[in-house]
């Protein structure tokens, strides 16, 4: 089965800081990859699918990038809303493995 | 708008069963493929199970496989998750989550999660 990997684990910012978070999949996937946030206690939210298609009502300071093995998410201007964990997800076939997440917080 | 809502979890002891159901309202539900995904306390997320549209394919974590059944009832607009054997392991919340558009939504392809449930906490422990 594909693994991905992300990193950093986590990282400390502030707002108005430029985040990127990269996630690497153990083959290519193509473009199979979407990204979640996901806040303490509440269930995940779509942000990207398709690897950089913004799904619809998410800020456009969200975007990502890439394909193959190789993804970004990068969120400019970071707001006091976007302090949360992210995960990639593959969707190219089964399983729909998740990325161990990334947590942002306040530096 | 599209809700999805979960329920029966609960405290379970290591080697029993328990039956979660996901209630879905706000779109044609026999159009889409459903998953869950569950995330045990502190940890990440894991995909469990999938059906199709139709109830005619499914999918299953490694981790699940033989232990777990996905089902769904189009006539009733849900989805269920029967658990057996569960193990400590299986401590998590419980995540129905319903596919995203896509080119054919029914199919377990391209599956990824655009609508989520609240969640259902499910106790393994003695």
């Known amino acids: 089965a594909v693994q991905l990997t992300q990193s950093p684990a986590s990282l400390s910012a502030s707002v108005g800081d430029k985040v990127t978070i990269t996630c690497r999949a153990s083959q290519g996937i193509s473009t199979a990859l979407a990204w979640y946030q996901q806040k303490s206690g509440k269930p995940p939210k779509l942000l990207i699918y398709d690897a950089s298609s913004l799904e619809s009502g998410v800020p456009a300071r969200f975007s990502g990038s890439g394909s193959g093995t190789d993804f970004t998410l990068t969120i400019t201007s970071l707001q006091p809303a976007d302090f949360a964990t992210y995960y990639c997800q593959l969707f190219d076939s089964s399983p729909f493995t998740f990325g161990p997440g990334t947590r942002v917080d306040f530096k | 708008e599209v809700r999805l809502l979960e329920s029966g979890g609960g405290l379970v002891q290591p080697g029993g069963s328990l039956r979660l159901s996901c209630a879905a309202s706000?779109?044609?539900?026999?159009?889409?493929?459903m998953s869950w995904v569950r995330q045990a306390p502190g940890k990440g997320l894991e995909w469990v199970s999938a059906i199709s549209g139709s109830g005619g394919s499914t999918h299953y974590a490694d981790s699940v496989k033989g232990r777990f059944t996905i089902s769904r009832d189009n006539s009733k607009n849900s989805v269920y998750l029967e658990m057996n054997s569960l193990r400590v392991e299986d401590t998590a919340v419980y995540y129905c989550a319903k596919k995203g558009i896509g080119l054919v939504p029914a199919a377990i392809t391209a599956l990824y999660f655009q609508h989520w449930g609240q969640g259902t906490l499910v106790t393994a422990s003695s």
């Open positions: 706000g779109f044609t539900f026999n159009n889409y493929a």
